[in-house]
């Protein structure tokens, strides 16, 4: 039977009607399996867990070192500067705050240093003491 408004049979918007259900059923599972693949590829996964506990048992090994080290001691400031360096370079397992703090910390160190090192250098060499301010 043809109906002769809209032209078509029966067996046509039949037709039509299946292609549409089946567009509608594959843009489903498209979307589905797009949503999974964006959350697993964003959700932490159980290596990061186990590298953020790594990261954080270093850092406190490191910190227990330089307690047990006495202040002003190379090994004192190695296992601060090494405590440091492991919040730096594990971002996905500390806060920016922690990541900014330690990054602070260590630029400090190494400006104090080098003004100690440039006043040495130009006490050693100045002939005046007010060259070396």
Request: proline share 3%; glycine share 6%; net charge negative.
């Amino acid at each position: 039977m043809v109906d002769v408004v809209a032209g078509e049979s029966a067996q046509g918007r039949r037709r039509r009607r299946t292609r549409t259900a089946t567009g509608a059923a594959v843009l489903v599972i498209v979307a589905a399996a797009g949503g999974f693949y964006a959350g697993h590829s964003t959700s932490p996964s159980d290596s990061t867990a186990d590298e953020c506990s790594t990261a954080r048992a270093s850092e406190q090994r490191a910190v227990a070192a330089m307690n047990a080290a006495s202040p002003n001691s190379p090994e004192h400031t190695l296992n601060w500067r090494t405590g440091l360096n492991i919040v730096l370079q594990n971002p996905g397992c500390y806060s920016a705050e922690d990541r900014a703090s330690a990054q602070a910390i260590l630029d400090q160190a190494a400006s104090a240093q080098q003004a100690t090192e440039a006043r040495s250098q130009c006490e050693a060499t100045a002939e005046h003491w007010w060259d070396c301010n």
